[in-house]
């Protein structure tokens, strides 16, 4: 069978890239985010919730314990559905070089701003783990098909 390519099929829905399909450029500002980049920001964003979540129960980080963990993830929860939802980006997005946009239904092209509602749906998915895990070849999580948003470069 000949490829779409050959058949003269619209390249559009052809995968070439992630990102390809959304109208994203392959490489720079606004492509696909890569995997070591996108758990950077996560791990930058977990420790930072931990040092806070250590003043807020007054135990320091590798004390742990319930009180610690439930804090912990609450305010990872809280910083990172706003930031996301409000900003765009969390803190260790930006450090990174990442941002989070919001995809225009199934079609191409994006719009900036992801709103509380979906910055909390998609922090909600993040702490339920397995929806972080399982990933399309846009390297779009459940938690980002379920938001409708995509991690790209700054």
Not at 133 to 151: N, P, Q, S, W, Y
């Amino acid at each position: 069978m000949a490829s779409s390519a050959q058949s003269g099929a619209g390249p559009t829905e052809e995968y070439r890239y992630p990102g390809n399909r959304l109208g994203l450029p392959e490489a720079g500002p606004g492509s696909v985010a890569g995997w070591a980049r996108r758990f950077g920001a996560l791990l930058a964003d977990w420790l930072l919730a931990g040092l806070i979540a250590s003043a807020v129960v007054g135990k320091p980080i590798w004390a742990g314990g319930n009180d610690f963990n439930t804090a912990q993830l609450v305010i990872f929860f809280a910083m990172s559905a706003i930031l996301t939802g409000l900003a765009g980006a969390t803190i260790g997005h930006r450090l990174l070089g990442l941002r989070v946009i919001r995809t225009k239904g199934g079609g191409t092209g994006y719009a900036a701003q992801v709103g509380l509602l979906g910055g909390a749906i998609r922090t909600l998915l993040i702490c339920l783990v397995l929806p972080a895990v399982i990933f399309d070849k846009e390297r779009r999580g459940l938690h980002d098909l379920a938001a409708g948003t995509i991690v790209v470069r700054r």
